[in-house]
């Protein structure tokens, strides 16, 4: 990515419509930019993609008052044993600093106090498509929107979804229970091979593109085009007035480069 200097994409993925947005969850890798608007209305967020990081979802929580329910199967106790004796390893040789190391540390501890509060839950669920079971062997738990909004309730819900690659399987669930619907923020991965799947998902869904941006972890190919996007979206009901969006982007007083040790790079449409 360092040799690139402009990031190119095509226009349907530019954001045409002024929407008022705020980040959320911590600085760098982990935060989105999501509409001031969903935090009034939404009354459940439905988080897929945990891993070791919750600052979305605690900053939403703080923010809203929302119902809290994260699926990620990965994150169980022996992701936490694994994470741990990488971490000795690190610091055995030296590679990490006794309070780095300490830090991370304390972070499985922070995860039993926050799920344990109520209204706060993690299922250790996979989120895909029921009816193709028989491709996830790996994950006989598998979980889809239909479930969902059986077991919790079938009020106004805001989505998060980051689950490496899997976002393809489950953009035809979102776009059929998208009614209630007061938000979403997705991150797209295998971006350039992927190109029409999202450009037909973003034709197809109601709600308007309003915010992206570029994960500079990803990689970027020799047309300039990154491998990883975060999407937001908001009803058209929030943008009432369609005022065309004249943000350049990144924009600076939102975004953030995921990797802090290199800066984002400016976006051309074409």
């Not at 994260?70 to 106790?77: G, I, M, Q, Y």
């Not at 979102?174 to 619907?181: E, G, P, V």
Request: charged share 25%; glycine share 4%; net charge positive.
């Amino acid at each position: 990515m360092k040799n690139k200097t402009q990031i190119c994409l095509p226009n349907f993925l530019k954001p045409n419509f002024k929407t008022n947005l705020l980040r959320v969850g911590k600085k760098n890798d982990g935060g989105y930019c999501i509409p001031r608007s969903s935090l009034k209305k939404t009354s459940i967020l439905y988080s897929f993609g945990l891993s070791d990081d919750w600052s979305f979802e605690k900053e939403f929580r703080e923010k809203s008052g929302a119902k809290i329910i994260c699926f990620d199967h990965s994150v169980t106790l022996i992701f936490w044993i694994k994470r741990f004796i990488k971490d000795l390893i690190q610091f055995f040789l030296l590679k990490e600093s006794i309070k780095q190391i300490t830090k991370r540390f304390f972070t499985f501890f922070t995860y039993k106090i926050f799920f344990s509060k109520p209204n706060i839950e993690h299922r250790k669920l996979f989120f895909g498509q029921i009816n193709h079971q028989n491709n996830y062997q790996a994950f006989p738990q598998i979980i889809d929107m239909s479930t969902i909004l059986k077991k919790w309730e079938d009020k106004n819900y805001f989505m998060k979804v980051d689950i490496e690659g899997g976002e393809y399987k489950v953009l035809d669930q979102i776009i059929k229970y998208q009614n209630n619907l007061t938000g979403l923020a997705i991150e797209f991965h295998n971006c350039d091979l992927m190109l029409e799947k999202i450009r037909l998902f973003v034709k197809t869904f109601d709600l308007d593109l309003v915010h992206l941006h570029v994960n500079n972890y990803g990689s970027v190919n020799k047309e300039g085009f990154p491998s990883v996007l975060e999407l937001t979206f908001s009803p058209k009901s929030d943008n009432i007035k369609r005022e065309q969006n004249d943000n350049i982007f990144p924009v600076p007083s939102l975004d953030q480069p995921n990797n802090k040790n290199h800066e984002d790079l400016n976006i051309r449409f074409y």
